[in-house]
């Protein structure tokens, strides 16, 4: 069975700064994909972006990236130049290529201010 | 094109009741995925169905019931509703290779149920 944990449940960042949310995890899965989704008041769940475990460059996605250490088995969030819409509650989950299902963290509510 | 929708959005129950939530995935997506999200929590899977089978059950009790149609929309019921049943209840579909899937979900917005 995967664990997921994200250790921050609050965060907040002015507006225009740099901002990261921490997250771990524990498998004994080789192959998996790894993803950042964030949650806005609206409810719809919104990728923001994945890893794939066998590939060693951190993904990026405009100005969002990640820190992924396999080793540590780590994965790591960064939001450059935050903005006051990436305001809301950000899941990591893990999902293993032979498998069927998401697993989530708790998440992190991460607040950007004017 | 018309994303991941569900129905109904909102809906209250007392408990003891029966609830069918609703769901019709992303044009195309083969696999229909239920998770429940409790209030503050993390989404906890339910169920996964690809091409109308049962592909993966999560750790919820037998009231828990669901099942895939020949257009790929799904149904999630649950039964002798409890007061801990009350979350929201969030489908997902996805274009997934038996075996290979990348694990990319497409949301919808969720049904709230609230039991009383």
């Known amino acids: 069975a995967q664990t997921v944990t994200q250790s921050q449940p609050e965060m907040s960042v002015q507006e225009a700064e740099t901002v990261t949310l921490s997250c771990t995890y524990d498998t004994s899965e080789n192959n998996y994909y790894l993803f950042w989704y964030k949650q806005p008041p609206s409810r719809q769940m919104i990728l923001v972006i994945r890893?794939?475990?066998?590939?060693?460059q951190n993904a990026t996605e405009n100005r969002f990236s990640v820190n992924f250490q396999k080793a540590a088995k780590s994965f790591s969030l960064k939001i450059s130049d935050s903005q006051l819409g990436d305001t809301a509650m950000y899941f990591c989950a893990f999902w293993p290529t032979s498998g069927s299902r998401l697993t989530f963290g708790e998440g992190t509510q991460l607040t950007v201010n004017p | 094109d018309a994303g991941v929708t569900q129905s109904p959005t909102h809906l209250i129950k007392t408990r003891g009741q029966q609830v069918t939530l609703r769901c019709s995935p992303i044009s195309g997506h083969k696999s229909v995925s239920w998770y429940q999200q409790v209030l503050g929590q993390g989404p906890q899977f339910i169920f996964q169905y690809y091409e109308k089978e049962e592909r993966g059950r999560g750790n919820f009790p037998d009231r828990f019931s669901a099942r895939q149609f020949p257009n790929y929309s799904s149904e999630l019921n649950v039964n002798a509703l409890l007061l801990g049943d009350s979350a929201l209840y969030l489908c997902?579909?996805?274009?997934?290779?038996?075996?290979?899937?990348?694990?990319?979900?497409?949301f919808g917005e969720g049904s709230r149920l609230t039991v009383l």
């Open positions: 997902a579909s996805s274009f997934i290779k038996q075996g290979s899937g990348t694990g990319e979900l497409f």
């Open positions: 890893q794939e475990a066998y590939k060693q």
